[in-house]
Structures are given as structure tokens and as C-alpha cells.
């Protein structure tokens, strides 16, 4: 394991997250991220953007994507309603040896790095531990570990981007951290084309009938202001083809109907492509 001297301490780093993540489509949002990031000048400073929409639109996705389209590593945080200060800073653990190791988390991993740290679902932390946050968003940038005894500086490349959630299961956001997660970058539903790409993209051995058939399922939902999402529509159609190859189902619309029924439920059904349109092709 990596380890840092800060001021006398020894400082254990995190490993970076390596994930097959692909941003496909809307490139606007990503240029959009990769904007906020931007130094215009030697005195510029770059902002921390916020991601917004609801669950499984990819903000997580958009964020990663932008990180390697800089050629950054990147250290995703996952925030809960549990999330202490000092998970977020450098947290004490025992050693094998019984002395005390001080790890750094993923956001102080970054930070001295210089890469990009992603904080998750950043809207179910409390205000206390927003708070240990507060100078690294702003000119300052850099945290102060009292666990550690020690401030630690960002390095000139690390970058900070935050997910948050448009749902009832998050705490308020303090204004003076609102202040200072700008710009607001709204992620919404995809056109059908983006979608078909990408169920496409996450399942490249799926047959596109059954894909089509799902994403003409979403936009029906997204119409009616469900919350349906494509990670929804992705499990369903790897459940559905699951289902086929292990003999559940032979017939491809049923064996949709099957997975929307166990990831959603029944009441999903209203959205299902009308009857009066042709079906799927039973699987020989």
C-alpha cells in the first residue's frame, strides 16, 4: 500500500477505482463537466460541478467519463447517511502490529494525487460532515485532519465533482456548501437513440429486437414521469436474456414481461409496447 509523509505523518492512500464505465451520448454534459474543471488562466481556480438527477440516469458514469477523458485516476466516495467527518478526511485504524495507521479516504487520496475525486450520492451526508469539506471547495483547497493532526494541501490537478440524488432520502444540503458546488449540471433521461446505445454499449450481446423493445418500454415511462431509469432498463433486458438461455422463457416479449414484473413490478405493465404492435420472435 501507498503511503505519504504529510507534516511528520504517515498517511496510508486508497487505491484508485477502476471501472468499465462508458458515457455514451450527450456529450454536451460532459463538455459541460470538463468546463467547470478548466483553468483559464494562472490565477483561475477550477469549480466543483454537482450532478443532479435521479437515481440510474448516469451521474456517476458522466463523472468517471469525464475524469479519464482528462487521463486522471479517479476515487468515488460513498457518502450515507453515516458518513463521519474523519471518513471523508483520514481515519485511525489498528495494525497488525498494533500500532495506529492512519488511511487516507479516497477524496484525501485524489487530493494528494492530483486526481479526481467523485463523492456519491454526496446529499446524504450531514451538515457535520459537509463542514470538514467547506476549504477544500473553495480558494483554499486543502481539509485539515484533527484525527491525524495535520492539513493537507490539494495538489494543483486534483479535480472534485459531487452526485446527488432527486429524491426524499437526503439530508439539506447547508447553504454555504450549495454556494460552493457550482455548476449545477441537471443529468435527465436520454432520447431513444441514447438509450438504444446505450443498452447496447452495456449489453453488446443482446439481440437489438429485445433492446428496442425496452427502450420503447423507458420512453413510455419517461413520458409518463416515472422513474424508471436505463440501469432499470439494462438489468431488465440482461434479466430477460438470462431467462432465455437458461430455458425459463423460449419466448423473447414474455420473458421481457417476466424481468420487468421481478425488477419493477406489475405495475409496470401500463408502459409495455401495445398489444396490437408485433412481438418478438420466439428463440429456437
Not at 13 to 23: A, G, K, R, T, V
Not at 47 to 63: E, F, M, Q, Y
Not at 190 to 199: H, N, R, V
Request: glycine fraction near 6%; charge should be negative; charged fraction near 25%.
Amino acid at each position: 500500500m501507498e503511503t505519504v509523509t504529510v507534516e511528520g505523518v504517515t498517511l496510508y492512500l486508497s487505491h484508485p477505482d477502476e471501472l468499465s464505465f462508458h458515457w455514451v451520448g450527450q456529450e454536451d454534459l460532459l463538455l459541460q463537466v470538463l468546463a467547470a474543471w478548466m483553468l483559464v488562466s494562472p490565477e483561475d481556480i477550477p469549480l466543483n460541478p454537482r450532478l443532479v438527477g435521479r437515481p440510474g440516469v448516469g451521474k456517476t458514469t458522466l463523472a468517471y467519463a469525464a475524469a479519464r477523458r482528462l487521463g486522471r485516476e479517479v476515487y468515488i466516495f460513498q457518502a450515507t447517511a453515516d458518513t463521519r467527518p474523519e471518513d471523508l478526511l483520514v481515519t485511525p485504524v489498528i495494525s497488525e502490529a498494533g500500532k495506529i495507521r492512519y488511511m487516507a479516504s479516497p477524496i484525501v487520496t485524489a487530493m494528494i494525487r492530483g486526481a479526481v475525486a467523485i463523492i456519491d450520492e454526496a446529499n446524504r451526508m450531514s451538515e457535520k460532515s459537509w463542514a470538514s469539506l467547506a476549504p477544500l471547495l473553495d480558494a483554499r483547497r486543502y481539509v485539515e485532519s484533527i484525527v491525524a493532526g495535520v492539513k493537507i494541501k490539494a495538489h494543483p490537478d486534483f479535480r472534485l465533482c459531487v452526485t446527488m440524488n432527486e429524491d426524499a432520502s437526503t439530508f439539506e444540503v447547508p447553504e454555504y456548501i450549495h454556494s460552493r458546488l457550482k455548476p449545477i449540471i441537471h443529468v435527465d433521461f436520454p432520447e431513444p437513440e441514447e438509450e438504444l446505445a446505450i443498452l447496447k454499449s452495456n449489453l453488446p450481446f443482446a439481440e437489438e429486437d429485445i433492446l428496442k423493445y425496452v427502450v420503447n418500454f423507458l420512453q413510455a415511462a419517461h413520458r409518463a414521469g416515472e422513474p424508471y431509469s436505463v440501469r432499470d432498463g439494462i438489468n431488465i433486458a440482461r434479466y430477460a436474456l438470462k431467462c432465455l438461455s437458461a430455458g425459463v422463457e423460449r419466448d423473447q416479449t414474455m420473458a421481457v414481461k417476466m424481468a420487468i414484473d421481478q425488477i419493477l413490478g406489475r405495475a409496470a405493465f401500463v408502459y409495455l409496447p401495445g398489444t396490437e404492435g408485433p412481438r418478438l420472435t420466439p428463440v429456437d
